[in-house]
């Protein structure tokens, strides 16, 4: 078991020796050239850069004399569809309407049950009466 905790410590003062030479080397900039960030900080534009490969920005035939193909949309212009403040409103009332029609089948739903008390209570004091009646 000590041999366990001694060579997990040694191994882990190489890992620490290691990481302080990776650092040492980062801060002096010498590990393994210099990134592309920084090759491009320190290159100036030459004079002969003839600017970014074609890949980068396409050229795209200008056809500016057919205006026609363009169609410019005015806000009355628009196709009849509702505003975003109307779709919101709509939801808004069919989610109170829903809300509504729930509450008012919870209400059916407590009426029902009380009738169903009241119903048995009403039986039960009729059945009272009656033995009441046949006892005298």
Known sequence: KRKSKTSASKKEEKLLRQLRQISLLM???RLEGAS???EAEEVPYSADWEGYPEETYPQYDDHRGNR??????RPEDA???????ALAERMEQE???IVARKLSIVHEEEEDEVDK???EEV???EEE????EVEE
């Open 27 to 29: 801060q002096e900039g």
């Open 36 to 38: 592309p960030e920084m």
């Open 68 to 73: 026609r193909e363009f169609r410019t949309f």
């Open 79 to 85: 196709p009849s569809q509702p505003t975003a403040e």
């Open 95 to 97: 989610e109170e309407e």
């Open 117 to 119: 008390e009241e119903e």
């Open 123 to 125: 039986n039960g004091e």
């Open 129 to 132: 009466d009656e033995e009441t």
